[in-house]
């Protein structure tokens, strides 16, 4: 049984969580895709696990209640935008797929300039090395951080 506990601890297990954890998320990302989102509430299982990703890979400079002040952000010269009003800077409707298609990245240019933001579509989708299925991972894992900022939106 030695190969057994070798399986729950290491990289494997890491991967194996990461699969399964994406599978319902790209279910999500996919039938998400074009629904009006002043409509819908967000999703409760989304939101847990972009809140997690969120503290991982975005509270560095964007703060962990999202308001722009992480501990990173003195040292960039464009200052992390305040996550928790993206709604209220449209209008009050939260702006589902650009927000998806900014967090991404790699389908559009900034518009002046180099982009302070990292290009998390190529980061999320390069942390399971070798499986082809990384692009999909990403996506799930942008569509549960965008529901999880729709979450925070103040008026
Ligand atoms: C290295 C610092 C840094 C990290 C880490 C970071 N961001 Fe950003 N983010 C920025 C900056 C700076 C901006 C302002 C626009 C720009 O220059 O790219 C921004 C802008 C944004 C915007 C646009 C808001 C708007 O209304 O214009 C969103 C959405 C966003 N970030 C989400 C995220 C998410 C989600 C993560 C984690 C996956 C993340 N950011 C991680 C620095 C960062």
Redesign the pocket.
């Known amino acids: 049984m030695r190969w057994f506990s070798w399986t729950g601890t290491g990289l494997f297990h890491y991967w194996a969580r990461a699969v399964l954890l994406s599978i319902p998320l790209v279910a999500a990302g996919c039938s998400g895709a074009g629904r009006d989102s002043s409509i819908q509430a967000p999703e409760p299982l989304l939101v847990e696990v972009g809140a997690e990703?969120?503290v991982t890979?975005?509270?560095?400079?964007?703060g962990v209640d999202a308001r722009?002040d992480?501990p990173?952000?003195s040292a960039?010269?464009?200052?992390?935008?305040?996550?928790t009003?993206?709604a209220a800077?449209?209008d009050g409707v939260f702006p589902e797929s650009s927000?998806a298609r900014?967090?991404d990245g790699r389908f559009d240019l900034?518009a002046h300039g180099s982009?302070?933001?990292?290009i998390?579509g190529t980061?999320?989708a390069n942390q399971i090395p070798g499986l082809a299925m990384g692009d999909e991972v990403a996506r799930g894992?942008?569509a549960s951080?965008?529901e999880?900022?729709k979450s925070q939106q103040v008026e």
């Open positions: 990703l969120f890979h975005c509270a560095s400079c964007h722009g992480g990173a952000a960039l010269r464009i200052p992390p935008a305040d996550l009003r993206i800077r449209s927000t900014l967090i900034p982009r302070e933001m990292p998390w980061r999320l894992q942008i951080l965008v999880y900022l």
